[in-house]
């Protein structure tokens, strides 16, 4: 039961054709066995499930007295029918008078008037054995696993990292507003640039719309032309003109035509307000951009990670293994590599746990989590019986539905120094479907030694070749294992019994 398998419709009683033809009575004279084989081969006909696809005449469906051409091999209908589960019974054949119709055409506007008065009759009718066993084929046909891993599923990360979890319905948006620096650097560039502009415009319109206030209240705007009136704000005639005198205060621009004077003390308030805002503005935003910019996430663009994981063995343990690499000469300080399992299950109680994490172990007991990322390196995880791949096998492998999630972390070279506090942490991720691992394979080399160094081609860094590798799981090859030194011991207890020397009898 797992979170990526699609749920099973509610509604059952879609499945069907519309309209029916009415039951022919039953000859009188006919046997009680006869009639309950006519009557189970009817009920067979009205539960047989419709198809979900058109005929290729008409929009509608099949017609009642059009001919029908058979089905080719590659129709939908062959396919169908190849697909089904041998314990399935196969469908009964239609009627030909019945007319076919499509899923999205099963509502009342859609179906014809003769059918409408029997769709309430229908779905008040409570479904046959045979009904319920048919569409039950139907919904396991549907939820096959080796076919919905063709299918393309959602993934919980996306291969170039990217976490496909949405946020909704957040009620308490205030503490948004407590942690207001992080919020705006999350913006994305458009909208941070929008709020950038908008800090700057906002104050210089409140502020001009104040100076020009103050302005027309002392009557400076109507004694522009007075030398002997002692105005509180120098050549300030309209709201432009206190427009321009806030944002060159702001700026502290000062071109000298426009001033704020000594007759009155609420202008050098203002002025002086306004010059504290200013500075606040300008640590707030240039600090912000400073982090926008300076945020590591695009470094992640040149860790790379292989597209496919294998399975083979390795030093005689069954080892599942993928590749990273970095693209750059500035490497990344102090990289530790972890991975996570994505996988839902049910307990024992019933408990059903969407997207369950667990933790693989990369080597975090013995240190090989912490690398130096200098060359492209195979990270390796041992399968054995503290793994939850312990009893996969190549066969259940392509049954199950699960998704490992790969992160990788560093200090960028270019911002860190020898305290590696001061480091701007990089993280990169991707993530493995089952359909991305392959069994029985492994990676080929990369590295040469040319000119007196180390030559990396990444050309081959997605290369793989096929080993020799048991099907089996890492469990079975063990309980094989054990198998054999039991006999092998078993064996050598019995030929040192038999070449033990007799014992001769004393005088």
């Not at 206030?213 to 009136?229: C, K, N, Y």
């Not at 000062?254 to 606040?280: D, F, H, K, P, W």
């Not at 020397?501 to 005088?507: E, H, T, V």
């Amino acid at each position: 039961m797992l979170a990526y398998l699609p749920r099973p419709p509610a509604d059952t009683s879609r499945y069907g054709t519309f309209p029916q033809k009415a039951d022919l009575p039953a000859p009188p004279v006919a046997p009680v066995e006869d009639g309950r084989q006519q009557a189970a081969a009817t009920t067979a006909k009205r539960s047989a499930p419709m198809p979900n696809y058109l005929s290729a005449a008409r929009r509608g469906g099949f017609v009642p007295g059009e001919p029908s051409l058979p089905p080719s091999r590659g129709s939908l209908a062959t396919q169908h029918q190849r697909g089904r589960p041998s314990w399935c019974p196969p469908p009964a054949p239609q009627e030909g008078g019945a007319r076919f119709y499509p899923l999205h055409a099963l509502s009342v506007a859609n179906i014809p008037n003769a059918a409408r008065g029997k769709t309430s009759a229908r779905s008040s009718t409570v479904p046959t054995p045979e009904g319920l066993q048919s569409r039950r084929c139907k919904l396991l046909e549907e939820d096959n696993p080796v076919q919905a891993g063709k299918r393309q599923r959602q993934r919980y990360v996306t291969k170039v990292g990217k976490c496909q979890v949405n946020l909704g319905n957040i009620q308490d948006k205030k503490r948004f507003l407590s942690d207001i620096f992080t919020t705006i650097v999350d913006l994305k560039y458009r909208w941070f640039l929008f709020v950038f502009m908008m800090c700057y415009i906002l104050t210089w319109v409140v502020f001009g719309i104040i100076y020009f206030f103050d302005a027309w209240v002392r009557g400076d705007v109507g004694h522009q032309d007075d030398p002997e009136w002692r105005a509180c704000i120098e050549n300030v005639d309209s709201f432009i003109s206190a427009l321009l005198l806030s944002v060159e205060s702001q700026r502290t621009i000062g071109y000298g035509t426009r001033m704020v004077t000594a007759n009155c003390a609420e202008g050098v308030i203002l002025l002086m307000a306004q010059s504290i805002i200013g500075s606040m503005i300008d640590a707030m935003m240039v600090g912000c951009m400073f982090v926008k910019i300076s945020r590591p996430k695009k470094r992640a663009q040149t860790l790379i990670f292989s597209k496919n994981c294998v399975i083979s063995r390795r030093d005689e343990k069954l080892c599942l293994m993928f590749r990273v690499g970095d693209l750059r000469e500035s490497h990344m300080v102090d990289a530790k590599i972890r991975a996570k399992l994505i996988k839902s299950r049910q307990t024992a109680e019933g408990e059903f746990i969407p997207l369950e994490q667990s933790e693989l172990n990369l080597g975090y007991d013995t240190g090989e989590d912490r690398l130096f990322l200098v060359e492209p390196q195979i990270i390796c995880h041992v399968i054995n019986h503290h793994s939850p791949f312990w009893d996969m096998s190549a066969e259940s492998l392509r049954r199950e539905q699960f998704e490992i999630i790969i992160i990788l972390e560093g200090i960028v070279e270019a911002t860190g120094n020898c305290c590696l506090a001061a480091g701007m942490t990089c993280q990169a991720r991707t993530s493995y479907t089952e359909d991305e691992i392959l069994w029985g394979y492994r990676f080929e080399p990369c590295m040469s030694l040319e000119k007196g160094a180390f030559r990396v081609d990444y050309s081959r860094f997605e290369m793989t070749f096929e080993v020799q590798t048991p099907a089996a799981s890492a469990k079975e090859l063990q309980e094989l294992r054990e198998l054999e030194q039991q006999e092998h011991s078993t064996l050598s207890l019995y030929w040192d019994h038999l070449l033990q020397p007799c014992a001769l009898p004393g005088p």
